[in-house]
């Protein structure tokens, strides 16, 4: 009963790769700790995202589609995957890279020429927008201004608008963003610790703001950020990996050390984490507060300014704490007692430093 | 954006952190003028990280409050009952056993001083699961242990406490050591063997519970201990079935098994075994490792880091829906007294609500979410038991308990005690048709049912 006929020993380091049984293995694969062939891994790889695109009907022909690019890992691998899914399968979509221009020197410009390559690699129309032409002001400035504390309140605040500005001037359907497995799995074990039921009933959905202006979708939501690494590694794409300046991050670096962690012991635990997120028993929907719009720009907010008009106020006015914590700002006249919930959502809670959407 | 608390203080997670802090310097800035008890506002404060709010009587009473209101809130003890109270020797359930007992204690004076004596005094025996036979310890050492354990409750006050000794071989009919060594043995992931362990060591419990005639079982799980919890069935993946463990009631087995310590820190409970002398017995359970290992120091890190941490975590999951066997069940209504059934109406437990037809893990007793149960009911008919107990289990439990090797299934299957293998029975042959009633929305094609 327990013989249980296992692959006969190969001679050690040749390895055959364990899915087509005929190149030599050459890496093992993070998610499942398979050893495969790079040719296998591609497809595997690609073949997973795909599946996850089809399965969640995140396109339809015709559409138009801003890949929010930040130079970094994971938005490269993104619209180096998605030109080529939309090559191979037909997905009949129009392609774009979408940066946002923080100004912050030394970093953004940096980032900004890796976008540019891609641009030309991959032959996708970029369109920059730039806090400078948003706002008036750079993050270089802003810091100036305020100093280091609180900084990525604004970056945080103005990127997300950015983002939803690019993609209204180009026109698109659906931005699509690099948020990978890791990342999900991070913002699930955020939002239990700091108790935010609301958004951990949504973080895990792999389309968000389909309420707002324009839908966001996550193609990586069950993609390895260590595969995203080890793809973007055999192909030697061209990304952008220095850590944003403004913002070293000791909580954030917690947490992902945790995950780090229990994907050294089990890899499985990524998916299950994600998996509790979309299983968790959250009765009534727990409501965000309603959506209005800003008297004095227009975008989507909860409160009579969004949360980036309140912090342009501040700065303009040489007032820089407006809209941050308790400050008193226009909004706080208003007697509905909701509850002030902050323009960047927990989802987006990248590390500032990699400065991806 | 998750920013570092000291670096960014708006919109990120810093937000609710600065609030609670907030809160916490007010207390001590105000106190600091008198530095008195926050309660009594006479006495000092005991001093340290847990008591310097509190004298040690406004200490112990804030903390024996919490215990009552958990227990009369959810109507966890009445006076018919006769509850067992599982004992580790560890300080939370050495606190448990304490508070059991006042209350019995105090129960008994009121009954005494009654004229028509009419409330009864309700029962306490007390169970200690005996590992010897699968410990890595020196035998001695236990025996030690169960010696001061003895002790211990041979010297509570009266009513006399019967004091159950288990070896958890017990699981077993007939001699089950060998069997058991071999059933852990024939778990591969550390992990899932400790889980294994601690399913098994309920399943004692349960036994016991039901053969000496107890209607409760009494645990100590407290807020630090629900909150590694909460983050551990989080990355095993059981966030569906996550509510059903983390209440104050759990009425899924055949015992009942109840919380009250639910709502105190395992900070607290160690500060009140320290100044009440309560002797407790510590050597028994190895260290974790595995996930469980690094869960535990993970959320003991975050709870220095910010002491409110553990009761977020344990918020945030008690918002989830929680299970209609969350509660004593309707049959005992009768003896929960109106005055619990109006606080159980203010805590919004209706006694219709979330209630649905769940089938359970085999191996945890975890109600299946969805698509384990979508897999169920796939399956073929015609299959060997052992296949069958398989496919009745949680993904969970396949993952880390079940072996990979379907060839060593038979193997593992035969080395299950029978009431597991029972519960496999009940949930999978029979449910069949009920499972497919709450998976209706997820089938395809509703052909096989056309008749
Ligand atoms: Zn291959
Ligand atoms: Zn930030
Ligand atoms: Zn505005
Ligand atoms: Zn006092
Ligand atoms: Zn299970």
New binding site residues.
């Given amino acids: 009963m327990e013989k249980g006929e296992e692959e006969k020993p190969t001679k050690a380091g040749s390895r055959l790769c364990c899915i087509c049984n005929q190149r030599r293995a050459a890496l093992k694969r993070p998610k499942t700790l398979q050893q495969i062939c790079r040719e296998c891994f591609y497809e595997v790889f690609e073949e997973e995202i795909h599946q996850v695109i089809v399965e969640n009907q995140l396109f339809k022909p015709g559409e138009r589609l801003a890949i929010g690019a930040s130079g970094g890992k994971d938005s490269t691998v993104l619209a180096y995957v998605l030109s080529e899914l939309n090559r191979r399968h037909n997905y009949g979509l129009d392609l774009f890279l979408l940066s946002v221009d923080e100004g912050i020197t030394g970093y953004r410009d940096d980032s900004l020429e890796t976008v540019k390559r891609n641009e030309i690699q991959y032959g996708l129309p970029l369109k920059i927008v730039s806090y400078k032409d948003l706002y008036g002001w750079t993050m270089d400035e802003i810091v100036k201004m305020i100093g280091l504390k609180n900084n990525c309140t604004f970056c945080g605040v103005f990127r997300r608008q950015a983002l939803d500005r690019g993609a209204a001037l180009l026109k698109v359907d659906k931005v699509a963003t690099g948020h990978n497995a890791d990342d999900i799995a991070e913002t699930v074990l955020l939002n239990i610790l700091r108790g935010d039921i609301a958004r951990l009933s949504r973080c895990t959905s792999i389309v968000t703001g389909e309420d707002g202006p324009i839908p966001r979708c996550k193609p990586f939501k069950y993609t390895y950020e260590k595969e995203i690494v080890m793809y973007a590694y055999f192909k030697r794409l061209d990304y952008f990996s220095t850590e944003c300046i403004y913002s070293p991050n000791a909580y954030r670096g917690f947490a992902r050390e945790f995950i780090k962690d229990l994907e050294r012991i089990r890899p499985q635990a990524i998916l299950d984490i994600i998996q509790s997120g979309e299983d968790f028993r959250i009765s009534t929907f727990t409501k965000m507060p309603e959506q209005g719009t800003c008297e004095r720009c227009g975008y989507i907010s909860s409160q009579k300014w969004c949360k980036a008009c309140v912090l342009l106020e501040g700065l303009n006015r040489g007032l820089p704490k407006l809209g941050i914590g308790r400050s008193r700002g226009p909004n706080n006249d208003r007697k509905n007692g909701t509850k002030e919930t902050n323009g960047a959502k927990s989802i987006e809670s990248k590390q500032c430093g990699t400065l991806d959407f | 954006m998750a920013c570092n608390p000291s670096n960014c203080q708006s919109n990120c997670y810093g937000n609710e952190e600065k609030a609670e802090v907030v809160v916490g310097e007010e207390y001590v800035s105000a106190n600091q003028n008198q530095n008195l ?1 926050i ?2 506002k ?2 000092e404060p005991i001093g340290g990280d847990e008591g310097r709010m ?2 040690i ?2 200490f112990r009473s804030n903390l024996y409050g919490k215990f009552r209101l958990a227990v009369t809130s959810h109507a966890m003890i009445t006076p018919t009952d006769n509850v067992l109270v599982a004992f580790s020797g560890g300080p939370s359930s050495r606190v448990a056993l304490q508070f059991v007992h006042e209350l019995q204690h105090k129960s008994l004076k009121n009954f005494d001083a009654s004229r028509d004596r009419s409330l009864p005094v309700f029962g306490v025996g007390v169970a200690f699961i005996d590992e010897t036979t699968i410990s890595p310890l020196p035998s001695h050492d236990i025996d030690r242990a169960i010696q001061d354990i003895r002790l211990i409750v041979s010297n509570l006050a009266p009513p006399i406490k019967q004091l159950h000794v288990v070896p958890i071989e017990n699981i077993y009919s007939g001699d089950g050591t060998n069997r058991l060594k071999n059933l852990l043995d024939a778990v591969s992931d550390t992990t899932g063997k400790e889980d294994l362990l601690l399913h098994l060591r309920m399943l004692s419990l349960q036994k016991v519970a039901s053969e000496s005639g107890y209607n409760k079982i009494v645990l100590g799980l407290c807020t630090s201990r629900i909150a590694c919890h909460v983050i551990l069935a989080t990355v095993k993946g059981q966030g569906y079935s996550l509510p059903a463990d983390i209440q104050y009631v759990d009425s899924r087995w055949e015992i009942p098994i109840v919380l009250p310590l639910r709502d105190c820190l395992v900070q607290e409970l160690n500060m009140l075994c320290h100044l009440d002398g309560l002797k407790t017995v510590e050597l028994l359970k190895g260290p974790c490792s595995g996930i469980n290992g690094l869960v535990s120091s993970f959320v003991r890190i975050l709870q220095e880091e910010n002491p409110s941490r553990e009761c977020t975590i344990v918020r945030t999951a008690g918002k989830l829906t929680p299970f209609h066997f969350n509660r004593i069940l309707e049959s005992d209504d009768s003896v929960i007294p109106l005055a619990t059934r109006r606080r159980q109406k203010r805590y919004n437990l209706k006694p219709n609500e979330s209630i649905s037809s769940e089938s359970f893990c085999p191996i945890c007793n975890s109600p299946l979410n969805k698509s384990d149960m979508l897999r169920l009911s796939n399956l073929g008919s015609c299959q060997t038991s052992s296949d069958s107990f398989g496919a009745a289990c949680c993904s969970s439990c396949r993952f880390q308990i079940l072996p990979k090797d379907p060839s060593s299934m038979d193997h593992f299957y035969s080395l299950l005690p029978q009431p597991l293998v029972a519960r496999a029975k009940h949930s999978s042959y029979d449910n069949l048709s009920l499972l497919r009633e709450q998976i209706q929305d997820c089938l395809l094609s509703d052909s096989e049912d056309d008749s």
Avoid: A, D, M, R
């Fill in positions: 008890c309660k009594c006479t006495k509190f004298c009587e406004c």
